[in-house]
Every structure is written in C-alpha cells, then in structure tokens.
C-alpha cells in the first residue's frame, strides 16, 4: 500500500496515547477507502472509453 512507510518525525517528548492511535488507524483506513473507490472510479470511466 503507498504511503504506509512513510517516515513520520515527532517530538520525542510526545506521547501517542492508546486512542490517539486507533483514531489514526481507523482514519488510514477511511482514507484507503477514499483513494481505493477513486482508483476503481478512474479505472471504470476509463475501461468505458
């Protein structure tokens, strides 16, 4: 999948609580979603020429 080894930089003092993170992965996943059905979408007016 592009863009999941994207290296992130944060702040060393900052913590990532529990929820923090599963709000992200929950939000990576809406965001494959939205990109996935834009592919598809592309790929479907393309096929039709």
Do not use: C, F, W
């Amino acid at each position: 999948m592009a863009g999941t080894n994207q290296t992130i930089t944060v702040n060393p003092s900052i913590t990532l609580h529990v929820k923090d993170v599963l709000d992200l992965r929950r939000q990576e996943k809406e965001i494959t979603k939205l990109v996935l059905g834009a592919i598809y979408r592309a790929q479907q007016r393309m096929a039709k020429g």
